[in-house]
C-alpha cells in the first residue's frame, strides 16, 4: 500500500521545490515592495498588515506560476466554507491543499474551523467486516498543507509540504523544501546544463595515428 | 639575417599600443622613419631593429617569418563600446583578435576544435525589427537546447558551440569586448578587467549578437548606432526571454528586480531595459527606476554584481595542453612555432604564466 510519505511525494515532486520556493520568496518580496511602496502602508500600520499583504502576494505568485506552468498544480481562489475569506485551493494528484503560516516548521498552523473541516478528510475510512476485523483504508485525497515563514526582512525561513492527521497534531507525512537533497536539474527543470568545450575536442585523425605508429615502433624497441 | 616584414612592425607597434609618435621616440627614430620601416621603404639597422624587439617584447622571428593563415582580409571587428575607444587601443585589442586567429589555425592543425554550430538564420540589417530578432533569439536557444530559463554561464557554451572565446586585461576602461568571425569561425574577446559579473555575461550576449546578426555587414559610423541597437536587443531577448522573463515581472521596483537578478544573474538595469523593450514599463517608470537607482547610488556599480561566478574560456588553453601532454609539442615549441612571445600566446589562450616558457624537452614524437 502507498504510504502517506510516498503520496505527498508523489503529489509534489522534487523538481517543483525551486519553484515552490520561489513563487513564496517572490510574493513576499512583491508584498514588502506593496508596503514600501504605498505612503499609507510605509509605517507602522502596514507592518500591522504586512502578514496579511504577504499572504495575498504568495496567493497570486503562486497563481501565477501554476497558471504559467512553472508549477505543475492545478489553484483556485476559492471562499471558505465558513466566513468571508479566500484561499487558494491547490491540486496536485490525489492531494488537495492550502497555504498557511506557521510559527516553526514543526508547528500547526493556528487552529480554525475552516482548517479543522479540510483536515478532517485525512481520517482514515474504517471498514468492520463480517470476522469483526477493522480494515483502515486511506482517505482517497490527501489533504496538504504548504506551511511557510517569513523574517521581517523578508528571507523564508521555513517552507514544508505537510499533510496533518485528522484529530491529533501530528503528521501523516512531510517534506522540507528548503533541506531536501534536490536533484540538480530540479533547481530549475529549464537551465541549460554544464557544458564542457573539451568534450568536443580530440586529435584530428592523422595525428592520432601518427602517435600510435611512433608508439607502436617504440615498443618493438 | 633574414629579411624584416615591414606590416609585422605595424602589427607589432599596435599590439602595444603605441601611436608612430610614441613608437618613434621609444625606438629612438623619427616618425618618418617609423612610416618607411612600416612600408618597407627602408629596413631598419641593426641597432634600430634590437629596440623594437626590446620595446615590442616580440621575438626577432616575430618579424622575418611568413605566417601560413592571413588576417588582413577580415572585416573590421564589432566593438561594444567603440565610440569611446582611443584608435591605439582599438588597433592594439583588435590585434589581439587576430592572434587569437593565428593561435586557433595553429591548434587546428593538430586538433579538432569545437565545431562551429550556429543555426543559419535570414536577417536583413536595414528591414527587420525587434520582433525578428527576439525570434532569432528564442530560435537560437531552441538549437542550442539550452531551454528558456536562466542562463547562468556563458563562455563554455558560446566555446561548446565552436566559439573562439578569449578573456583578457584590456587596460581601457572604454572597451568591453570584442568579436568577428574569422576564417570561418567566431570569434570574441572581452575585457578580464571589467568589474562587474552580470555586465560580463550581457557583453558575451551582446558580441553573441553581433556575430549571429551582424556576420556580412562591414561596420561604419553610419551603421554603427543601428547595429548596437539590435545586439542590446537580441542581447536582452537571448537573456531573458519573452516568454520566460516577462512572466516573473510580478513588481517593478528595485528591491524586486534585486530579488530577480539572484536567479537570472543579468544587472539590474538590463532587466530595467528589458521591461521596456517588452512594454512592462513604460518611460515615466523607466525614468523613475532610473532616479530609484540614482538615489541608491547604484547605477554604475550595482550589488550582487558579481555574487555568482562566471567561468572563464578554456578551449585554447585545453588544446594546448593537449599538443603537450600528447608529446605532440613541447611548450616551448609551441610559442616558437607561433612565432610570438610567451606570455602572449598564454594570455591569450588563459593558460598560467610561465607555461609555455619550460624548455624541458619532451619525449620525441614532435612533428
Known amino acids: 500500500m502507498t504510504t502517506f510519505q510516498q503520496r505527498l511525494e508523489s503529489a509534489y515532486p522534487s523538481d517543483t521545490y525551486a519553484n515552490t520556493l520561489r513563487a513564496l520568496r517572490e510574493g513576499i518580496a512583491s508584498a514588502d515592495d506593496t508596503i514600501k511602496g504605498i505612503p499609507m502602508l510605509a509605517n507602522d500600520v502596514g507592518d500591522d498588515y504586512r502578514g496579511l499583504i504577504r499572504r495575498a502576494g504568495i496567493l497570486h505568485r503562486f497563481t501565477e506560476m501554476c497558471k504559467a506552468g512553472d508549477l505543475p498544480f492545478q489553484c483556485s481562489l476559492s471562499p471558505m466554507p465558513r466566513g468571508t475569506w479566500h484561499w487558494l485551493d491547490i491540486y496536485s494528484g490525489d492531494t488537495n491543499g492550502h497555504i498557511v503560516r506557521t510559527e516553526d516548521p514543526t508547528a500547526f498552523p493556528e487552529d480554525t474551523p475552516n482548517r479543522q473541516d479540510a483536515r478532517a478528510s485525512n481520517m482514515p475510512d474504517l471498514f468492520e467486516t463480517e470476522d469483526e476485523r477493522i480494515i483502515r483504508l486511506s482517505p482517497p485525497k490527501l489533504y496538504t498543507w504548504l506551511c511557510y515563514r517569513a523574517a521581517p526582512a523578508g528571507q523564508l525561513s521555513h517552507a514544508l509540504w505537510q499533510a496533518p492527521s485528522a484529530d491529533a497534531n501530528e503528521w501523516l507525512a512531510r517534506v522540507n523544501l528548503m533541506v531536501a537533497a534536490v536533484p540538480k536539474k530540479s533547481d530549475d527543470t529549464k537551465r541549460p546544463g554544464k557544458v564542457d568545450p573539451k568534450t568536443k575536442m580530440k586529435l584530428r585523425d592523422d595525428v592520432q595515428q601518427l602517435i600510435d605508429k611512433n608508439k607502436k615502433n617504440e615498443d618493438k624497441k | ?367
Not at chain 2, 617584447?57 to 592571413?70: E, G, I, S, V
Request: net charge neutral; with cysteine.
Open chain 2, 1 to 367: 639575417m633574414s629579411k624584416i616584414i615591414p606590416e609585422r612592425i605595424r602589427e607589432a607597434r599596435e599590439s602595444v599600443g603605441m601611436t608612430d609618435d610614441q613608437f618613434a621616440d621609444a625606438i629612438g627614430v623619427s616618425r618618418q622613419s617609423v612610416g618607411t620601416y612600416e612600408t618597407g621603404a627602408v629596413s631598419p639597422r641593426g641597432d634600430v631593429f634590437s629596440k623594437i624587439i626590446a620595446v615590442t617584447r616580440q621575438p626577432p622571428a616575430f618579424f622575418t617569418t611568413p605566417r601560413k593563415h592571413n588576417a588582413a582580409r577580415f572585416h573590421t571587428p564589432t566593438w561594444r563600446s567603440l565610440k569611446r575607444m582611443q584608435r591605439p587601443d582599438r588597433l592594439r585589442i583588435g590585434r589581439r583578435l587576430e592572434w587569437a586567429y593565428y593561435v586557433a589555425e595553429f591548434m587546428a592543425e593538430y586538433i579538432d576544435m569545437p565545431p562551429v554550430n550556429l543555426p543559419a538564420i535570414e536577417f536583413d540589417f536595414e528591414r527587420d525589427g525587434h520582433e525578428r530578432i527576439e525570434e532569432l533569439a528564442d530560435q537560437l536557444r531552441e538549437f542550442w537546447n539550452v531551454g528558456f530559463g536562466p542562463i547562468t554561464d556563458l563562455a563554455p557554451l558560446l566555446e561548446y558551440n565552436g566559439i573562439i572565446v578569449v578573456e583578457e586585461p584590456v587596460n581601457c576602461d572604454d572597451m568591453d569586448a570584442v568579436s568577428r568571425w574569422q576564417g570561418g569561425r567566431p570569434y570574441m574577446l572581452y575585457a578580464a578587467d571589467q568589474e562587474s559579473n552580470s555586465r560580463k555575461l550581457f557583453n558575451l550576449a551582446h558580441e553573441l549578437a553581433h556575430l549571429v546578426l551582424h556576420n556580412a555587414i562591414e561596420v561604419n559610423s553610419r551603421n554603427l548606432d543601428r547595429m548596437e541597437n539590435q545586439a542590446n536587443r537580441f542581447a536582452g531577448a537571448f537573456l531573458m526571454p519573452r516568454r520566460t522573463f516577462a512572466r516573473e515581472i510580478a513588481n517593478t521596483s528595485i528591491d524586486y528586480f534585486m530579488s530577480l537578478k539572484g536567479r537570472w544573474r543579468v544587472a539590474v538595469a538590463a532587466m530595467i531595459y528589458r521591461c521596456k523593450d517588452l512594454g512592462i514599463l513604460n518611460p515615466d517608470q523607466v525614468k523613475y527606476l532610473w532616479k530609484q537607482m540614482n538615489a541608491r547610488g547604484i547605477r554604475k556599480k550595482e550589488p550582487l554584481d558579481n555574487a555568482f561566478a562566471l567561468s572563464r574560456p578554456t578551449v585554447l588553453a585545453s588544446a594546448a595542453q593537449m599538443l603537450i601532454e600528447n608529446k605532440i609539442k613541447s611548450p616551448a615549441q609551441i610559442a616558437e612555432d607561433l612565432v610570438m612571445n610567451a606570455d602572449d600566446i598564454e594570455s591569450i589562450c588563459a593558460l598560467p604564466r610561465g607555461t609555455l616558457q619550460n624548455k624541458v624537452v619532451a619525449l620525441k614524437l614532435y612533428m
